[in-house]
């Protein structure tokens, strides 16, 4: 049996992205293309790899078998050319990264700043993206690299073809008015009108647990999409917020302080890539393994 890998790569988009037509986009080919290289291996390998349905196709058993083996060659392949990029001593490239205010702020700036000396032969751009518009510039290749979050007690899973290395767990706080006493636990702001982020992410899950496990009933009628309003509006007294440690890393309004409270539990941050028979490069790597680095260098407040 000679089975040409390529063609188990084009099986391999298949199965990662779901479907011929996702692959082909993927792959940035056409679907015809795509569906003349699974015919390909087909051949070649006497069995079916694909259930054509209706609603689109599915590996058959065979199939997972042959992705299994492709992903197994692509992580080969990718290890190889990482070491050989390293026996060369030559780390260098263009790598973009995206991701949210509070981790720009927080580390890319202060890597930017860093990275002449550390990897003077890459190019690193930042990116201000949401998790959501991210993942689609991700799959595309326009991103090398793109920070994504998570409620620690709500965890979700990297997408199929992407891997996800945790960076950074911080403890979520409560920004509350200037003049309110301190709280000395959740039960304390349990009827006070909390602000509700506009777009779904890890504060929104967060508030949803805190809700069902404390009980915290009242919304404010005012939402935000960015922290730093979040904190404008709390000074204003407009409501109470649930924030990540990285974004209170700042001069707060004149009217606004924050609290750590026992049972807000963790927001955790990672940094997703893509896996396929080229990536990560070795200049990916090497930006993300500086990111741990200055992630891991920040104090706690």
Excluded at 111 to 123: C, R, S, V, Y
Excluded at 240 to 260: F, G, K, M, S, T
Aim: hydrophobic share 50%; aromatic share 4%; net charge negative.
């Amino acid at each position: 049996m000679d089975i040409d890998p390529r063609r188990l790569g084009v099986l391999l988009a298949v199965s990662r992205s779901g479907g011929v037509l996702a692959a082909a986009d993927v792959l940035r080919v056409s679907p015809s293309a795509v569906s003349q290289q699974i015919a390909r291996l087909e051949a070649e390998t006497g069995v079916t790899v694909l259930d054509r349905q209706p609603s689109g196709a599915v590996l058959t058993s065979a199939g997972r078998l042959l992705a299994e083996v492709a992903e197994r060659i692509e992580a080969e392949l990718g290890e190889t050319r990482r070491a050989l990029a390293e026996l060369g001593g030559d780390v260098s490239g263009v790598v973009v990264v995206g991701a949210f205010q509070t981790v720009i702020r927080a580390v890319l700036v202060p890597l930017l700043e860093e990275l002449e000396q550390a990897l003077p032969g890459i190019d690193l751009i930042v990116h201000e993206v949401a998790e959501e518009h991210g993942q689609r510039a991700l799959r595309r290749g326009e991103l090398d690299l793109l920070v994504t979050e998570q409620d620690v007690a709500v965890p979700t899973t990297a997408p199929s073809g992407t891997f996800d290395v945790p960076f950074l767990d911080e403890p979520w706080v409560v920004a509350i008015p200037a003049t309110d006493a301190a709280p000395t636990g959740l039960l304390d702001l349990s009827d006070r009108a909390w602000l509700m982020p506009g777009q779904s992410g890890a504060t929104s899950r967060a508030l949803s647990r805190l809700a069902t496990e404390m009980s915290l009933t009242r919304r404010a009628a005012h939402t935000y999409r960015d922290f730093d309003v979040a904190l404008s509006m709390v000074a204003g007294g407009l409501g109470i917020a649930l924030l990540p440690e990285l974004a209170i890393r700042r001069q707060l309004p004149e009217n606004a302080q924050w609290v750590a409270l026992p049972g807000l539990g963790f927001r955790r941050l990672f940094v997703r890539h893509r896996v396929t028979r080229t990536e990560p490069r070795a200049a990916t790597l090497a930006v993300l393994e500086q990111m741990v680095r200055v992630a891991a260098a920040l104090e706690p407040l």
